[in-house]
């Protein structure tokens, strides 16, 4: 079935630090979304990329679709404490979504 | 504006114990419903989907099962639980295949 696979699994960075997560598919993909859950929290959405070479921001957050449609990538410039938790990446069957693994991200202060 | 509600928040429960999940949302009209699991520190595993009242899909076969009775709530349930099905359960809803929104969860251990 469909996969997706995101790297990296964990990083730790120094606060101020750039960060980025990548998800990667074998198939060419109709969307892409990208989410993120807070320790102890629930995945919470954040933006769905559509286009081929799409980039959209928010504020320090930077999330682009290939070319191909086939990978995407979130970053996050100047990181800050706030933005520690894991970040996943789904793309979308019929009726359903594929999640990839998630990033987790920490920021040491 | 649409919410979406579950609990309980926590659980402990024995193994061999039944369990029942529950899961409303509100503010929206035939709503695509999802139970997701999270085990500690890991990504999420879709467990069951439904498109209507009655129509669950199951994505993997275990000893949870799930039913829609009515048209916004969504149950998850288990006639006896292992150690195994200790996790997060998250129920999710969305406009057809759209935006995912996820409720608070409910913390599932099975000692």
């Known amino acids: 079935g469909q996969q997706v696979m995101q790297i990296p699994q964990y990083q730790h960075v120094q606060e101020g630090e750039d960060f980025t997560t990548y998800c990667n598919s074998s198939t060419t993909l109709s969307n892409i979304q990208w989410y993120k859950q807070r320790p102890g929290g629930h995945p919470v959405f954040l933006i769905q990329l559509v286009k081929s070479g799409e980039v959209k921001k928010q504020k320090r957050l930077t999330f682009q679709f290939g070319e191909a449609k086939k990978n995407s990538s979130l970053h996050i410039t100047a990181t800050q404490t706030t933005d520690v938790g894991t970040y996943f990446c789904a793309i979308s069957g019929t009726y359903k979504y594929i999640f990839g693994t998630g990033t987790r991200l920490k920021v040491l202060a | 504006s649409q919410t979406i509600h579950q609990w309980p928040a926590t659980l402990v429960q024995p193994v061999g114990s039944p369990l029942s999940l529950e899961c409303t949302v509100e503010?929206?009209?035939?709503?695509?419903l999802y139970w997701y699991r999270q085990a500690a520190g890991r990504g999420l595993q879709l467990l069951f989907y439904?498109?209507?009242?009655?129509?669950i899909s199951s994505e993997v076969p275990q000893n949870l099962s799930a039913s829609r009775p009515q048209d916004r709530q969504f149950i998850l349930s288990s006639k006896k639980l292992l150690l195994s099905d200790s996790g997060f359960y998250l129920c999710?809803?969305?406009?057809?295949?759209?935006?995912?929104?996820f409720g608070p969860g409910t913390r599932l251990t099975v000692l």
């Open positions: 503010g929206t009209s035939n709503p695509n």
């Open positions: 439904s498109v209507g009242i009655g129509q």
């Open positions: 999710a809803w969305s406009e057809a295949v759209d935006t995912q929104y």
